[in-house]
């Protein structure tokens, strides 16, 4: 089994480190930059499963492809947010109109700002985005590059220990923010396999729970991101590690967050998702 793992998807990156995960199905982690990749190395076979966002799986069939979900977290409230600066004029998200936001484009970031927007009366087009990457924006934001951040984990943890800056919205108030795990339907994985990948995680996220200094630790190690053990701690304290196997209600989560990319002409055409095949929820992942 070749599981992708990309620094930004902390379960998966955990999985990589923890003892015997995965081990019945032998897997192969294969390692990754970002996300964004998960479609396009799930389709050329280089890897059969991943972990992202869940704004992923949705521009994949979006584009094409047939996505089957495995698996999703709990909602993860604390993992974004949008920041100015202290001495901003922008009081709230209906102050955005026209400023200059930075996000990693295409990942829950453009979601998370989507439906902000939204709640304040405004849509994409409305603000200018400018693409992130996996660099730090926050230099960006304090020297006026740009007027808006979107930080997400770890570097969200330090940006609310900050002084000269402040936060505008958060996931928590706007969306569910749950890590998915998924495949393509041309991966055939059957009904077990994905059962058997459902409950892995759960089982991995029960002992990352029970062992936070571990997990960090073992995230430190690994270079996952610019973060130190405390730093981590903290991250992985303030997440709920539970998984679920995928259902219908996953499903229809994500079919919210489709149709919201659409009226904000992010997506060009209405997307209806597929997401499941017989045998994904059988059974709960415990």
């Known amino acids: 089994m070749k599981i992708g ?8 990156r955990l999985a990589q ?3 015997d995960a995965f081990a019945g199905l032998k897997p192969r982690f294969v390692g990754y930059p970002e996300g964004r990749d998960t479609a ?27 996505v089957v979900y495995i698996a999703a977290s709990a909602p993860r409230p604390a993992n974004g947010g949008i920041f100015v600066r202290l001495d901003s004029a922008i009081r709230s998200v209906a102050d955005l109109r026209g400023k200059r936001i930075t996000l990693v484009d295409g990942s829950f970031h453009t979601y998370l700002l989507a439906r902000s927007l939204e709640d304040a009366g405004l849509r994409l087009p409305d603000v200018q ?12 934001l304090l020297d006026g590059r740009v007027e ?33 795990f998924w495949t393509l339907a041309e991966r055939n994985l059957d009904g077990q396999v994905r059962l058997h990948i459902a409950r892995e ?23 996952a991101g610019d973060a130190d053990v405390d730093a981590w701690e903290r991250v992985v304290r303030s ?8 259902d219908e209600a996953i499903v229809a989560e994500q079919q919210t967050e489709a149709d919201t990319l659409h009226r904000h002409f992010y997506l060009d055409r209405a997307v209806r998702l597929g997401g499941l ?9 415990r």
């Open 201 to 223: 995680l759960a089982r991995i996220g029960r002992e990352v729970a029970a062992d936070p200094r571990r997990a960090a630790g073992l995230l430190a190690a690994g270079g």
């Open 17 to 19: 480190a923890w003892p």
């Open 148 to 180: 808006a951040w979107i930080a997400m984990a770890p570097r969200l943890e330090r940006a609310l220990e900050r002084g000269d800056i402040r936060l505008i919205a958060r996931c928590g108030d706007t969306i569910p923010n749950r890590s998915v």
């Open 40 to 66: 396009r190395l799930l389709s050329s076979g280089a890897i059969d499963f991943g972990g992202t966002g869940s704004t992923p799986p949705i521009l994949a069939e979006a584009a094409g492809h047939r």
């Open 277 to 285: 095949l017989p045998g994904v929820a059988e059974g709960a992942a």
């Open 239 to 246: 997440r709920d590690f539970t998984i679920v196997a995928a």
């Open 5 to 12: 793992v990309h620094p930004s998807n902390l379960h998966l």
């Open 129 to 140: 985005t400018v693409e992130t990457g996996a660099a730090d924006s926050l230099p960006a």
